[in-house]
Every structure is written in structure tokens, then in C-alpha cells.
């Protein structure tokens, strides 16, 4: 929605530099942003009245939310309560012919909307965009704008409080400020009934606001190619208030692919006696696609293997209020690792992922947020019918969407007395199902993990953690063989698992879910593990190669759909105080700064084009074993071949092979010397071309003994503050790197934390990874020296001063 009205302003500028009489006798639509400089209260008030008394107002700008931090912090829950905006809107000279709205892209969840004290309207849900006419309440000047935006318990909204993620409250995308004439168009449908390689056809619904009779319009489409040719042009009288037009037989279509996303544009204007009144500019691409029964699926008449993941709509410091920027970097770095389809989980996203979508290449399983809580009520299906009619609307015209998801996880955990009920909840997603295909044909809709309701939708995704919630990832295969039979289309959605940056282990669990011994003992004790996310092995090391074995299956069988994996960026959850970093879900190749973790480089050794290499692990530069054992190196590369260096000596070259297990085959047996170690891995056939990676280890022959204290250093970052670390330590000040336990991170003067971000150095409390631990400290202006302290039940307090 974003796009297509700031294309449409972009289109009138142009205008009124090439045709200023033309311009002015015309009221064509305007957009604003008015993100900047909003006023915000905590007052959960819902009495207008009362919250104009409020003096307890401060500055913000949008996006926005009152949970960007709280979410993170050592107390457990999150402000579920309303809160007010408000800003002032100057329009000195109100235009009689056009009307005047305000458009939300998100406001999270319930919101009303007050101009000069009176209600002009509010929305139902989160996650959607919606507009406010506001034409009837302006006056020339100053005009208030009140926003109340409630995030509470409210049970006949979905999605349900007790889903794995959290709910932010806020305003939590852009608002603008939009002008139309009187005489409109309002969102265009746009079709592509007919595609193939030879022809195309394009059919759109555009529907008239304040059409009559008499109007005497007409619209007039202009196609253009993606290099901006024109096509076509048709024009066509308007005689009712939805007009339907269509551009048959375009030839050739250059069609839209994850490869080559060729996206036309289409201009809609509004005549009326000849003149422009409205303009519109919509994009469109052009392509087909299939699943094929219990196979493979087809994008433009080829097979294409689905290379995803998934992605929760939040980052460090700002939770869901994230700027556009922030979305589009995402997208450009899962598109980067080589995925080329993301699913939203669990609910529609902001525009510019969409947008962002279209022009990478990425095709989107958009999902409408039913997650968890059942089925309710006549108030909840008519909220939940509601906002799916909103996503479909809405997001219709978007190439890169195939599929239109209508819940996750719907069964699990009640929110109503039978809400559970098989029967209910299948006649429910029926009707859903209806709906979806009745608003939209062309595409797919799907669920995850509900068995009972697998057969209502056209494509289904079971639950298959294998190596993780249950099982060794060496079963996979026999898991999708089973699900590909059983399941007519069946696409892999959500598998992996949490791993802790810098935490590793000399001996991670192996693929059939064993303990092995990590080569110190006299005699190895093996120890079966039926359940490896109850036992914790967080280790980065687990976590690739359970990933690297996915990869492998799901890269050689020729009739699998593909998989997603869960989840690109580590995010929020009230529902794990417990972990490592309490209340984040750490399953992500990225954590929730945005910073690779090991796993990323093990997909992009499976998808991505530009060629790299990449020694596992950056996070793992000290290391420690019997003198006479040599450890295995893997290197992470989409290259033919690699060679290793140890110390300036060669290891030999290997052939990359995705057949084989681990890293392909790029696998060395390194004889660490004690002290330092220098690994260099290289490939390229000329200097042109050479990439290249390295990496230094730190290595002992002595095996530290038990933790007996923690130690504190800093380091002075370029933003001018400190990294604090603290280490375990043995008694004879060796590092204890079997040290996991969670210490807790305290600045006692002369500046605070950089805490509540749920990252690796952003989290007051957390875990240790291989015996250590780090937070980022913000000295303040005074003189006064800083003074960091850590502990834990096991040890007393470390300080630590830091002169200034």
C-alpha cells in the first residue's frame, strides 16, 4: 500500500513539472509521511477527556512500540495496556474537492483514532494496514490527532496470548497523510489469468469511490515493461462503481522468476471530460506456478526446489518498531544466504517486506495469525474472517505471495471452553478456506501442524523436528519420504534448533542423537538422547551439523517441495525466562542484531551464487584436548574445491561433493600445536577470483578443572564504550570451557548496560558460551569512574573499575 501511493505521488510531482495548468485544475491524490515528532503518554486511559489533561507527554518518533525493551528485561511479562498518541496536522487551507485520510500500515492491536475530540474510527488487530477518513473533522490550521492503541488481553482477537512470540503495543509502522478527489479510484485488483512463456493476460478490478451516473469518466491503463517500454494502453468508459479492464495477448511477457524478478508497472488514470482527476501506479509480474501431487513444485514450467526460512518481524532495540531500512536489510540478507522463499511467521508484515520481496526474488507464504487458542466464538470468527479479507485485499497484487496461510498451531491451548473441538475447528477452517479461495483463485492456501484439518487446505506442513524436539536428524529422510505419500502437497515448514553464539563443544551430540566422550576420558561412555532440546545442547557446533544434514536430503531429492527453516533472526517470547538469553528463541542463523551465527555460512554453502569460504568457527578461537588428537575442520564454501593451510602449510585440496557428510566433504584432521594455530581455507583458480578465510586458534593439551571464580576485563569499542567480559575460571586460571551457567552483569556507577537487547553482549543475565561472557557498557557524562560487577549463586561478586 506504502508503494503504490508513494508511486502515485511520485507520478503527480512529474506532472506538475511537465503540465503545471494541468495540475492545478486537478485535485489529484497527495501523500505525507507524518512519522516525525509525535507525542507520547502511557495514560491507559480510554476517555479523550481525561487524557487531555495529561501533562506526562515525551517525544517519539515512528515507528513505535512501548515494548521495544521490556520484553527483554530480567521481569517477567510485558506492558499489556494502552497508551495515547498524539500530533498536530497543519493544513492551512482545506481543499473542498478532496478528502482527506490518515493510513496506518500497523497499529498493535485495537486502535481508535480522534480528530479535534471527535472519533473518526478505529481498527480490529494488529499486523494490517487500515485508513481513516478524517475529511469531516478538519479545519483550516491546526488540527489535534488523538491515538489510542491498546495491546491488552483481549481473547477474541488472534493472535492468542499464548503464542511463542510477543504481542508489541504501539504504533508500530508509518502513518501518512493521504489526499484523494472526491471522484476516486480505491485499491485495484490486478489478475494474471494467462501466463505462459508466448503470452500473457492482465485483467484488473478497479472500484469508483463516489461514482454516479452522470460522472461521465472513463480509465485509461498504461502497461509498461520492467526497462519502463510501453506496452499497452486501453481505455474504457466507466458505467458502474467497479470497472473491469483487461490487457490481452501481451507478447513474450518477461516473466517474474526468484532468479530474474521482472516486475511491470501499470498506470491508472481517471478521466473525467477528458481530464486527469486520479492516477494510480501498481506493479505486477508475470509468472505461473504448480504443486505437483505428491512431488516437486514448479515455478514457470520448471522445477524449483523451495529454499526457506522464516521471519518474525522485530530486532534488537527497537522490537517490532522497525524502520524500513531495517526491514529491507533482512530480506537482502536471507536473500544473500540463497533462500528463495520466506514464510511470515506468524502474521502479515510490513509493506516494504513485500515490496522488498518483489524486487529480490522471494516467494512469501503470508500468514493470517491464527496461532494457538482454537476456535472461539461468534465475536472471534467474525474478527478472524475479517482480518483474513484484509491481508487477501490488501496484499493481492503482490507477484512474490503463492500462498495464503490460514493458521499454525490452531488447536493448541484453548482460549474458549471447546475450543479444541475437531468438529468446530474443521467447520471453521472450511469457511476460511472458502473465503480465501473465493477472493483469490489463483493461489494456495495451507496450515501447519493441524492433522485434523490437513485435508480442507491445498497445502499442509506437518511437524518434523527431527534431531531436535524428538529423535536424531538422520532420520529425516524417512520422514519426508513418509509425509510425501501421506500428504498430497506437502511443503516442510519449521525445523532446526536454539544454538548460543560461542558456545561449542569438541564433541557435539552426533546424528543419531549420541553423547560421545570428547577424547579425555580412559574409556567413552556413549549416552542416547531421545529429546536433545530438553538436555540443551546449544552448542553452534550441534546446530550446524544438524542443518548441514538437512541440506544435504533436501538438496538431492529430486521430488521433495523444499523446506523452511525456522528461524532466520533469533526474536522475543514471553513463553522462555529459562534460556540462555531469557525470553528469546535462539533458533535463528542470526541473532536478533542481525549478526551471523555459524549456521548462516552452512546454508549459504547449499544456495548462495557469490563464491566464499568460511572456517567453522569465528566464535570458537580457544580450544583445548589430549596432545596426540587431531580435530576435525570443517569449511563452509559454494566452491569447488578448497585447500587448507595450517601454519602456513598445506593439508591437501578437497573437492566439494554434497553428498557427503559433514560440509560436504571440505573436512581436515588438524594436529593442534599448543599455543597459536593459524587456518587459512582458499579457493579460486587465479588471483582474480581467489576467496579466502582465515582464522586463529588458541589450543592447550591441559584440561581446566573446575570453575572456581570469574575474572573481568573491558575493551574500549569504537562507539566509545566498553565490551565487559568475564571469564571462568579454574584454580590454576585456566578457562573453564565446559562453564555454562548464567551470570548476571551489573553496572554499579559512572555509566549503565547496554542491556534488554536479547543478543550475546545486550543481556544483563546469560548464559556463558565455553567459560565466557559479555555486555556492552554506555559510560555517562560524569567523572566519576565506571564500576561493573558480575555474579552468580556459585560465585561472589567480581568488580571491575574502568578509569574514564
Given amino acids: ?102 493510513y496506518f500500515e500497523g ?62 503495543g504501539g504504533i508500530t509502522r508509518d502513518v501518512w497523510l493521504v489526499t484523494k478527489p472526491k471522484i476516486a ?29 452522470n460522472s461521465n469518466i472513463e480509465v485509461e491503463v498504461i502497461l509498461k515493461d520492467p526497462n519502463g517500454k510501453k506496452v499497452s494502453k486501453v481505455k474504457k468508459e466507466v458505467v458502474s462503481s467497479n470497472t473491469g479492464l483487461s490487457i490481452d495477448k501481451i507478447k513474450n511477457p518477461k516473466l517474474w522468476d526468484t532468479g530474474t524478478p521482472n516486475l511491470y508497472s501499470v498506470e491508472i488514470l481517471l478521466l473525467k471530460d477528458g ?13 505461473w506456478f504448480e504443486f505437483k501431487d505428491h512431488g516437486a513444485f514448479y515455478l514457470n514450467g520448471n522445477r524449483l526446489l523451495l529454499r526457506g526460512t522464516h521471519r518474525h518481524e522485530e530486532h534488537a532495540g527497537v522490537g517490532a518498531a522497525m524502520t524500513n531500512e531495517m526491514h529491507r536489510k533482512d530480506m537482502e540478507l ?26 529480490l526474488g522471494l516467494l512469501v507464504w503470508d500468514e493470517l495469525p491464527w496461532c494457538r487458542g482454537g476456535v472461539g466464538g461468534e465475536v472471534w470468527q467474525t474478527n478472524t474472517k475479517n482480518m483474513l479479507k484484509e491481508i487477501i485485499s490488501q496484499n493481492h497484487n503482490h507477484p512474490s505471495i503463492i500462498i495464503w496461510s490460514l493458521g499454525n498451531e490452531m488447536y493448541w491451548l484453548p482460549d474458549f471452553e471447546g475450543g479444541g473441538d475437531v468438529d468446530r475447528m474443521n467447520t471453521f477452517l472450511t469457511e476460511l478456506n472458502t473465503i480465501a479461495h473465493n477472493l483469490d483463485p489463483s493461489r494456495k492456501t495451507a496450515i501447519r501442524k493441524y492433522y485434523e484439518g490437513a485435508d480442507i487446505v491445498d497445502v499442509f506442513s506437518p511437524s518434523i523436528w527431527s534431531g531436535w524436539y524428538s529423535g536424531s536428524y538422520k532420520s529425516y529422510q524417512k520422514a519426508i519420504d513418509t509425509y510425501k505419500q501421506q500428504y498430497k502437497h506437502f511443503l516442510h515448514a519449521e525445523y532446526g534448533g536454539s544454538s548460543h553464539v560461542g558456545r561449542h563443544s569438541e ?93 548462516f555460512y552452512v546454508f549459504k554453502s547449499y544456495w548462495a551464487e557469490d563464491p566464499f569460504v568460511y572456517i567453522e568457527s569465528h566464535s570458537w578461537t580457544e580450544r583445548q584436548g589430549p596432545k596426540d588428537l587431531a580435530r576435525t575442520i570443517s569449511v563452509f564454501s ?23 557428510f559433514p560440509a560436504s566433504g571440505l573436512t581436515w584432521d588438524v594436529l593442534f600445536q599448543e599455543g597459536g594455530n593459524e587456518l587459512v581455507a582458499i579457493s579460486g583458480d587465479n588471483t582474480k577470483n581467489i576467496v579466502k578465510d582465515t582464522l586463529k586458534v588458541n589450543y592447550r593439551y591441559q584440561k581446566n578443572g573446575a570453575a572456581k571464580r570469574l575474572t573481568l576485563s573491558s575493551k574500549k569499542l569504537d562507539n566509545g564504550n566498553y565490551l565487559v567480559t568475564s571469564i571462568a575460571e579454574d584454580a590454576n586460571g585456566l578457562r573453564c570451557l565446559d562453564y555454562e551457567d548464567k551470570v548476571y552483569f551489573q553496572c554499579l556507577e559512572g555509566g549503565r548496560t547496554f542491556n534488554n537487547q536479547g543478543t550475546p553482549t545486550g543481556s544483563e543475565i546469560i548464559g556463558m558460551a565455553n567459560g565466557k561472557a559479555s555486555i556492552e557498557v554506555i559510560p555517562d557524562k560524569t567523572t566519576q569512574d565506571v564500576t561493573i560487577m558480575v555474579l552468580n549463586q556459585n560465585f561472589k561478586g567480581t568488580y571491575l573499575t574502568i578509569k574514564k
Wanted: charged content about 20%; hydrophobic content about 35%.
Fill in 638 to 660: 559454494n566452491c569447488d574445491k578448497v585447500t587448507l593451510y595450517h601454519n602456513g602449510i598445506e593439508l591437501g585440496t578437497k573437492i566439494k561433493d554434497i553428498n557427503s
Fill in 185 to 213: 479510484m480505491g485499491k485495484v485488483k490486478l489478475t494474471t489469468p494467462i501466463v505462459s512463456n508466448a503470452n500473457a493476460t492482465l485483467k484488473l478490478t478497479i472500484p469508483i469511490e463516489q461514482y454516479t451516473s
Fill in 507 to 599: 564433541s557435539p551430540i552426533t546424528g543419531e542423537g549420541v553423547i560421545q566422550s570428547d577424547g579425555w576420558e580412559e574409556a567413552i561412555v556413549q549416552t542416547q538422547v531421545s529429546n536433545i532440546a530438553q538436555i540443551g545442547d546449544w552448542s553452534e557446533n550441534y546446530i550446524v551439523d544438524l542443518f548441514d544434514w538437512h541440506l544435504r536430503i533436501s538438496e538431492t531429492d529430486q521430488d521433495f517441495v523444499g523446506n523452511v527453516q525456522w528461524a532466520f533472526k533469533d526474536f522475543g517470547t514471553p513463553l522462555r525466562p529459562e534460556n540462555d538469553i531469557p525470553y528469546m528463541n535462539q533458533k535463528g542463523l542470526m541473532d536478533r542484531a542481525g549478526k551471523p551465527k555459524d549456521a
Fill in 275 to 287: 481530464k486527469i482527476i486520479d492516477m494510480l501506479t501498481e506493479r505486477v509480474g508475470f509468472r
Fill in 1 to 102: 500500500m506504502r508503494n503504490f501511493y508513494s508511486l502515485s505521488l511520485v507520478f503527480c510531482l512529474a506532472l506538475m513539472l511537465v503540465c503545471p495548468m494541468m495540475a492545478q485544475e486537478h485535485s489529484l491524490r497527495t501523500k505525507q509521511n507524518i512519522n516525525d515528532k509525535w507525542s507520547y503518554s502511557e495514560n491507559s486511559t480510554s476517555l479523550v477527556h481525561l487524557i487531555k489533561q495529561d501533562n506526562h507527554w515525551t517525544t517519539v518518533n515512528l515507528p513505535h512500540t512501548w515494548n521495544s525493551e521490556d520484553i527483554a528485561d530480567s521481569s517477567p511479562g510485558y506492558r499489556r495496556k494502552g497508551s495515547w498518541y498524539k500530533k498536530y496536522l497543519n493544513v492551512p487551507n482545506i481543499d473542498t474537492n478532496k478528502n482527506y485520510f490518515l
Fill in 334 to 359: 536471507i536473500k544473500e544466504m540463497g533462500a528463495n522463499f520466506v514464510r511470515l511467521a506468524h502474521y502479515p508484515q510490513d509493506p516494504e517486506v513485500y515490496k522488498s520481496c518483489d524486487e
Fill in 107 to 168: 497499529a498493535n492491536i485495537n486502535s481508535e483514532i480522534y480528530i479535534n475530540g471527535n472519533n473518526a474510527g478505529g481498527h480490529i488487530g494488529g499486523y494490517i494496514g487500515f485508513d481513516i477518513d478524517i475529511t469531516p473533522y478538519l479545519k483550516n490550521g491546526s488540527n489535534e490527532v488523538l491515538v489510542r492503541v491498546d495491546n491488552g488481553y483481549n481473547r477474541d482477537i488472534i493472535p492468542s496470548q499464548k503464542s511463542d512470540f510477543f504481542i508489541y
